[in-house]
């Protein structure tokens, strides 16, 4: 009988300790993904407030030769190239479906710069667009934006005159420097929808505080719990205890 009873024992406590892992197992995962996502929102407000302080800090520049800072204002002098329009697709503003003009100018220097005019309603409709440009010499200022990574793409950037995203290899041209003017005062300015920061720092950072909240509910839940488990493991049968 004694042989019989140890036999069920380990039997029961077997199970026992797999679910006991198991448990810790799956809920420090969880805890430590709450930590990193956590982390990872602060690190992004950190990077917010770094960028739009040097937005604040960005001087303001006239017919630059030199690549201009992030966010600089400038303003441009020259002829827009109407013919080399294209437009950025799939934008919105005020809950409309539009998109944004790209049209290229070249400075009284000889230097070629893009310009992202603002946006241009278009509703549903996939045709090529179309936008009044004007013509002759045109004095434009705006907020310089360089080049970076842009959102992926799943499928071909060009459709006809549309742009999945800026990528200045889709013009034939040789630009002055890797980026754009966001116009925002002059000749063919359109309404804007661009801002140079969609989400405020302080978004990160309550999302950081809300996913540590919740990895340290998964960490009370998990030693609660554990705790629990360790001080009732499977009861053998009644029966078996005599």
Known sequence: MAHSLDMKVFQHARP?????????????????LGVALGAWQWERGEQKRAYLAQLEAAPALVDPREVPPEGSRLTLSGEYLADKTLF???????????????????GDDGHVWLVQRGFLETG???????????????TLRGRWQAAGDGAPLFGPNREGARLQRIELDAWSLDFAHAGWLHLEEG??????????????????????VQWWGLALAALVVMVLGGRCMGRHPDEIPAEDRS
């Open 124 to 138: 549903t409709s996939r045709a090529d667009p179309e936008v009044a440009t004007p013509k002759g010499r045109v």
């Open 16 to 32: 026992g300790r797999w679910r006991q892992r198991l448990w810790w197992t799956l809920w420090s995962l969880l805890v430590v």
């Open 187 to 208: 000749p063919g300015a359109l309404p804007g929808w661009w801002s140079p920061s969609v989400m405020p720092p302080s978004r990160h950072v309550g999302y950081a």
């Open 88 to 106: 950025l697709d799939n934008r919105t503003h005020e809950g409309r479906l539009g998109v944004a003009p790209l049209t290229p100018l070249r």
